[in-house]
């Protein structure tokens, strides 16, 4: 497994542990078995380490719109189904992994980059819809 995947894999189980505020990075290292100064040749910060954890779990929420835009079903109904698995997906973040999806409203709240091109990604996916 590549580096820097196994430090967020490391991350997201400590996030779900105990919250990304709690999460240092040398629990963080201590977790994907490595050191502090490691960690650091991968992400520059722990800011940077959360932004990668919040495109992951953002780039699910896309790519399970994206799959539900297919179809050939009208423009109206697909675009009913992409909101729906949007909110689907966010809704079960939100019971089952309430500590990783307080980092992802954190994010969109303070309008990290990687929230704004999320939402981005997400008008232009639903504009193809209604263009369509």
């Not at 590549?2 to 894999?9: A, G, K, N």
């Not at 423009?75 to 698995?85: F, H, S």
Request: overall charge positive.
């Amino acid at each position: 497994m590549h580096t820097s995947r196994r430090i967020l894999q490391a991350t997201i189980q400590l996030y779900r542990e105990i919250g990304h505020k709690k999460t240092t990075v040398a629990d963080i290292a201590r977790r994907a078995a490595m050191s502090p100064a490691n960690v650091y040749r991968f992400f520059r910060s722990k800011q940077q380490i959360e932004e990668a954890v919040v495109a992951g779990a953002l780039g699910d929420v896309f790519n399970a719109a994206a799959t539900a835009a297919d179809g050939s079903a009208s423009p109206a109904y697909r675009l009913e189904v992409v909101i729906r698995a949007i909110a689907e997906l966010h809704e079960r973040r939100l019971a089952n992994d309430l500590r990783l999806h307080e980092l992802v409203a954190e994010a969109s709240e303070a309008r990290w980059p990687v929230a704004l091109a999320h939402s981005n990604s997400i008008v232009g996916l639903l504009a193809s819809l209604i263009a369509a």
